[in-house]
Structures are given as C-alpha cells and as structure tokens.
C-alpha cells in the first residue's frame, strides 16, 4: 500500500522559512515522479511544482520563483519543499503526490497523494 506522509508545515512569521518532507512507502520511489500542490478553503488545488524520476524540476509560477525550491532523496525515499521568504499569501494546506509520470503529477491528476500538512503564516 503506498503511503506519503508530510511533514514540516506549521506556523511561520511573514519572511520566514519552512522545508516540507514527504516520505515515501510502498512503492519504488526512485521510478516515480513527484510533485507539491497547495490548497486554501474553497479553491482547487494549486500546484506549487514536480519533480521528475532524474531530478529534473518544473517551473515554478513566479509567485514562488526564488523562493521555493523542490529535491528528493531516493536513498530516502523522500521529497522536499523547501520555501524561503514565506508571505501570507503561502498559507495553504501543502499536499505531496506521487505517479509514474510527471505530467500526470503536474496535471494534479496522481494516484498517490498524502494527507496533507498545514502551513501558516503570519504577517
């Protein structure tokens, strides 16, 4: 059964960091691309950007250019996001997901996805 589980979301003064980990079970990390989505109440999931099998990441939207930043360990079967310089506007349940391909990751439309992990900040 494939599991992800985030980590590292909390609250956050306006200007500050976070790194988010996902940790991965059940399937063969290092043949699955992954990616990180945000959500606010009462709107879709956005994606905030994906990471290929190789390492090779997608554009982030400017909002987030400079500031996020996406690995992944597959010795440790994990990816991260790490956000720098965070500002109100960031917070956001923050939602890791995995599949075979990346354009499914980047579509939003995975198999796998976690639970999600709350990230607040404040001004």
């Known amino acids: 059964q494939v599991q992800l589980v985030e980590s590292g979301g909390g609250l956050v003064q306006a200007g500050g960091s976070l790194r988010l980990s996902c940790a991965a079970s059940?399937?063969?990390?290092?043949?699955?691309?992954m990616g990180w989505f945000r959500q606010t109440p009462g709107t879709e999931r956005e994606l905030v950007g994906a990471?290929?099998?190789?390492?090779?990441?997608?554009d982030f939207k400017d909002s987030m250019k400079g500031r996020f930043t996406i690995s992944r360990d597959n010795a440790k079967n994990t990816v991260y996001l790490q956000m720098i310089s965070l500002k109100p506007e960031d917070a956001a349940v923050y939602y890791c997901?995995?599949?075979?391909?990346?354009?499914?990751?980047?579509?939003?439309?995975?198999?796998?996805w976690g639970q999600g992990t709350q990230v607040t900040v404040s001004s």
């Open positions: 059940g399937l063969t990390f290092s043949a699955y691309a």
């Open positions: 990471i290929s099998r190789s390492g090779g990441v997608t």
């Open positions: 997901t995995a599949d075979l391909f990346l354009s499914t990751v980047e579509a939003g439309k995975s198999r796998h």
